[in-house]
């Protein structure tokens, strides 16, 4: 897929795969029977993003420390939240001064 950015200059967009395809190349990179650029060749996909997701996947069994998919799904949720509340609150904000102009006597 490819998109323009707002200056004209072409760019790729990444595909987003399925869990389930993830998980599936995971499990066949895991097995050692192929490198992982023959795994990633197999699946054509990056050899990075198999290493990536493999890394991810570390997390996510509990092999390696930091954050799995669903604390990292949360911590996005969570900043978007935040975000619309902040955006709330300014437009409370500027209505309240809006109509507190009002309320004052002339």
């Known amino acids: ?5 707002p200056r004209g200059r072409m760019f790729t967009v990444p ?4 869990p389930e395809f993830k998980r599936d190349v995971v499990t066949v990179a895991r097995r ?3 490198t992982i650029p023959e795994v990633a060749a197999d699946f054509d996909v990056s ?4 290493r ?3 890394r991810q996947a570390d997390i996510d069994d509990g092999v390696k420390d930091g954050l ?3 604390e990292q799904a949360e911590v996005v949720q969570l900043r978007r939240d935040k975000r619309r509340l902040e955006m709330e609150n ?3 904000r500027r209505a309240a001064a809006y109509f507190a102009r009002d ?3 002339k």
């Open 52 to 54: 990536r997701w493999m």
């Open 68 to 70: 799995t998919s669903a």
């Open 1 to 5: 897929m490819c998109g323009a950015s």
């Open 15 to 18: 595909k987003r795969f399925p």
């Open 103 to 105: 309320a004052l006597p």
């Open 47 to 50: 050899p990075e993003s198999v």
């Open 32 to 34: 050692g029977d192929l």
């Open 90 to 92: 300014e437009i409370l």
